[in-house]
């Protein structure tokens, strides 16, 4: 049968093909006939290794696919489409020549190399490198020009490069169902800012968004501004924070008054014109990226975002605010939004803010200087409104408590790789986070009211796809859920259910049935996307959510800003209900290819410290998952993933493989007291030919 797929590598030589829709991108199903003539569907095929080596991750083929009873494989197999431009490896001599040696991720064969790059990188053996690709004759990726490096492999700028090149060539514009057309991108001018953006971050850099016009169409161009420059407003943010899009202003009479609150964000849509330059470049990219090794990649100009449109201190300010009252219980006022004209008096820092909820006043007083009695009320004011809306939240019946943060994490300071505290002032940025939240529900429920289209944030709580495990897991802690049993669709019944039995199960002095349910709830916990259409969060436990307070860094704020602007003047909104549509596929697809970035250079930093021996004693994990191949776990204190072959776990002589016994949920295993939730201790022993890091217990 002939089909036509994606193909994706496996570090051992062989690889899978996904098979996909004429569009090139839509999952899909086929069926075809044994060899006995019993039928059989699959929607992937096994990829032996002499075919896979000419291949890289994500290319368009069309294969001929063979059926048996353990599925599909691949005969035959011809390019159709290469999306990867951008391969990022090592410099190996292979026979007679220079060759480059792909990461994992990207391919499993070597890549031919231009005789001039060659030349160039006689001296780079074993280096990492950034390379552009052109197929060669035989439709085989071969390396053209050097994009970046060579690296140390192991460095931080080596594992920037390669978390860079890996992470967004996963999202690569033609790999996003309905592609750069469906968000209103020409696509050939998506796919070179795609590669060049690449390159550029790969290399260190901070992207292209330096210099863009942003010349083009404002909503609500000619609506006139209110002066609350006498206003006194403060900004809270990180010390070396540049990019400050909200400032927030406060009064409160004291004892069992309303808390009054106005939430200013950058007015980035009253600059950046819908269409233009810039606005086609934040479109694009969808994001902007923090990473821990060199730059950040901003998603506006830094001129915009660092400086004309950032709430510094001591200057006037466009914003938008919402403004609306925190009662004692926590529930919000009416909520009222304007265009507004602002000057912050402090830009305070979390450590700051931290100790003053300490009772330490003297590090916000330096700041402050001699605004400092007109900044202590309105912090004080602050702190107020985020204990009743903490309050007010902790009614609500979400996941959110059973996710454990991280204590440590790496970072890169002053060119070293070392770790920090992963979040060193976590009460002060609750206080914020807890006001940017309910700016967030404000808005939305604003523009619902109004009967704006608008991208609105959905959450449904458990992924149907993981439902019937979590309805297996309750069962197997023997734990009463009605709501998974009765098959209803009520996502809030299911998640108050949960927590009341884990609250039940640690009650009752049953530890290891409360940590199966918990591991269980958060596995089961579905990804939060971008709809056009209002729909409840349920992760937050809200009725609407939309992302409002970030417009200089998510193109999805800078979205909902337009609408609220031409709201506010009246106009009809930009953007229709279709519109945002087809740009919330697209901004799920890049924005979540930005976090992938983040989290796989934060693991792969992770592998260098524990390969330099940052972990020299045993670590405790929890079981987030049983295959017959070993044990998924999680180090909670290091936020870090990971995984226990059956070898290890059973404690096998080398070279002998195993497996587990695993129920037909992945919950549990007879080959040893090991399910999901189990807590163990574990030892780091290596990194695997990927740079993986390997534990045993």
């Not at 001296?123 to 060669?136: E, I, K």
Request: with cysteine.
């Amino acid at each position: 049968m002939q089909v036509r797929a994606r193909f994706r590598p496996h570090p051992r030589g062989f690889g899978f093909l996904t098979l996909v829709a004429g569009d090139g991108a839509t999952p899909i199903e086929v069926t075809g006939n044994q060899a006995d003539g019993t039928p059989r569907t699959v929607d992937s095929a096994f990829v032996p290794p002499p075919v896979a080596s000419a291949f890289l991750a994500d290319d368009l083929v069309d294969a001929t696919i063979t059926f048996d009873e353990k599925g599909a494989g691949v005969e035959t197999m011809t390019l159709v489409e290469r999306v990867r431009r951008m391969l990022v490896g090592r410099v190996q001599q292979g026979p007679g020549r220079l060759v480059l040696e792909p990461d994992p991720a990207i391919g499993s064969g070597w890549v031919r190399l231009d005789p001039a790059l060659a030349q160039r990188l006689q001296t780079q053996v074993g280096r990492q490198v950034v390379l552009l690709a052109v197929d060669g004759e035989d439709g085989a990726p071969l390396g053209k020009a050097l994009v970046a490096g060579p690296h140390v492999t192991g460095s931080p700028q080596a594992v920037r490069a390669a978390a860079v090149v890996v992470a967004l060539g996963r999202a690569a514009p033609s790999l996003v169902p309905g592609g750069p057309a469906a968000a209103g991108l020409d696509p050939v001018q998506a796919a070179a800012t795609h590669t060049r953006v690449v390159g550029l971050l790969a290399g260190g850099g901070r992207g292209g968004a330096e210099g863009l016009a942003v010349d083009g169409p404002i909503p609500g161009a000619d609506l006139p501004a209110t002066d609350r420059t006498d206003e006194a407003c403060i900004t809270i943010d990180d010390a070396g924070a540049r990019d400050l899009d909200d400032a927030i202003s406060a009064t409160w009479a004291g004892g069992e008054a309303p808390v009054a609150i106005a939430v200013h964000i950058a007015d980035a849509a009253g600059t950046v014109g819908i269409d233009s330059p810039a606005d086609r470049y934040a479109r694009t990219v969808a994001s902007s990226a923090y990473l821990a090794s060199g730059a950040n990649a901003p998603m506006l100009d830094p001129a915009l975002s660092e400086e004309a449109l950032s709430l510094l201190p001591d200057v006037d300010r466009r914003v938008v605010s919402i403004r609306f009252e925190v009662n004692p219980d926590g529930r919000l006022g009416q909520p009222s939004l304007e265009l507004a004209v602002i000057r912050s008096r402090a830009k305070l820092t979390y450590a700051a803010a931290e100790a003053w909820l300490q009772g330490d006043r003297e590090p916000v007083h330096q700041i402050a200087g001699d605004q400092a009695d007109v900044v202590g009320p309105v912090l004080t004011a602050v702190i107020e409104a985020a204990r009743r809306l903490g309050v007010e939240r902790d009614t609500r019946a979400t996941f959110e408590d059973l996710f454990a943060p991280a204590e440590v994490t790496p970072a890169v300071v002053d060119g070293k790789l070392t770790t920090v505290e992963a979040e060193p002032h976590a009460d002060a940025y609750r206080l914020v986070e807890r006001l940017m939240v309910a700016a967030n529900e404000g808005v939305a429920g604003w523009l619902v009211d109004g009967g704006v289209p608008a991208l609105y944030r959905a959450h449904v709580g458990v992924d149907p796809e993981r439902r019937e495990r979590l309805r297996a897991a309750a069962e197997l802690a023997g734990a009463s859920v009605p709501a998974l049993e009765d098959g209803t669709e009520d996502a809030d019944a299911v998640v108050a259910q949960v927590l009341a039995e884990v609250d039940r199960l640690a009650a009752e002095g049953r530890e290891e049935e409360r940590d199966l349910l918990v591991a269980a709830a958060t596995g089961a916990t579905a990804r939060a996307t971008y709809e056009p259409d209002p729909s409840s969060h349920v992760g937050l436990a809200s009725a609407a959510y939309c992302h409002f307070t970030s417009p200089i860094r998510r193109y999805a704020d800078l979205t909902v800003h337009r609408q609220v602007r031409a709201r506010l003047a009246g106009e009809t909104p930009p953007l229709t209900v279709e519109d945002l549509r087809g740009l919330a596929g697209w901004l799920d697809a890049r924005a979540g290819a930005i976090n992938f970035l983040q989290a796989r250079e934060r693991g792969d930093l992770w592998s260098r410290l524990l390969d330099r021996g940052f972990l020299d004693r045993p670590e405790t994990a929890v079981v987030t998952g049983v295959t017959t191949n070993g044990l998924r776990i999680r180090l909670p204190r290091l936020g870090l993933g990971g995984f226990v072959t059956a070898e290890r776990a059973l404690d096998l002589p080398a070279r002998e493989r195993g497996h587990l016994e695993v129920d037909e949920h992945g919950l549990a295993t007879t080959s040893g007291p090991w399910r999901m939730g189990t807590r163990i201790q574990v030892r780091f022993v290596g990194l695997d030919d990927t740079g993986r890091a390997n534990w045993r217990l």
